[in-house]
T-cell receptor, first 114, second 110 residues
């Protein structure tokens, strides 16, 4: 079946630094990828929708200059958390879909900002 | 998108069937019912989806009422590894993002 790989699975960074998270569709080409954030004991919240070759669409309240999304190919989208602060610590999850493949999620990235 | 309502938590004995309900009374004719689950600290995993007919795969069965206002996910023989949060999501087939509710936290007990 369809597989989405997310890397790294966990990362610890210092406050003020930037962190890049990669999301790859391994055996299919995803025209659209999505980035979610999940705080402890809460549900997934959509951050942005990423279409290959175009600018990402951000949800209300998500700062596009802080959460940089690049979808340069049909198999790779990246999320960069810039100038990270402790409140950005969260579980970040990507998903990918096509017209025939339902949303397939990555395994998530646990970001801890210290 | 149609809103879904699920019980916050359920328990099930290991080896027994787990029946997880979902209400989606405002579902539209072209909206599918999707079920995903999320095991702790992992990304959600696809389970099954359907439009109006009942569906079955190697993981579960999906029973959708005739009026499509509710559905039930059935795990026929629950194991401890089925302990997870189960999300019922209603969306058009080729729609964009999923909107996740709080889901049902299923605990399978030995």
């Amino acid at each position: 079946g369809a597989v989405v790989s997310q890397h790294p699975s966990r990362v610890i960074c210092k406050s003020g630094t930037s962190v890049k998270i990669e999301c790859r569709s391994l055996d299919f080409q995803a025209t659209t990828m999505f980035w979610y954030r999940q705080f402890p004991k809460q549900s997934l919240m959509l951050m942005a929708t990423s279409n290959e070759g175009s600018k990402a669409t951000y949800e209300q309240g998500v700062e596009k200059d802080k959460f940089l999304i690049n979808h340069a190919s049909l198999t790779l989208s990246t999320l960069t958390v810039t100038s990270a602060h402790p409140e950005d610590s969260s579980f970040y999850i990507c998903s990918a879909k096509t017209a025939t493949i339902p949303h397939t999620f990555g395994s998530g990235t646990r970001l801890t900002v210290v | 998108d149609a809103k879904t309502t699920q019980p916050p938590s359920m328990d099930c004995a290991e080896g027994r069937a787990a029946n997880l309900p979902c209400n989606h009374s405002t579902i539209s004719g072209n909206e599918y019912v999707y079920w995903y689950r999320q095991i702790h600290s992992q990304g959600p995993q696809y389970i099954i989806h359907g439009l109006k007919n009942n569906e079955t795969n190697e993981m579960a069965s999906l029973i959708i009422t005739e009026d499509r206002k509710s559905s039930t996910l059935i795990l026929p023989h629950a194991t401890l590894r089925d302990t997870a949060v189960y999300y019922c999501i209603v969306r058009v087939y080729d729609g964009q993002n999923f909107v996740f509710g709080p889901g049902t936290r299923l605990s399978v007990l030995p």
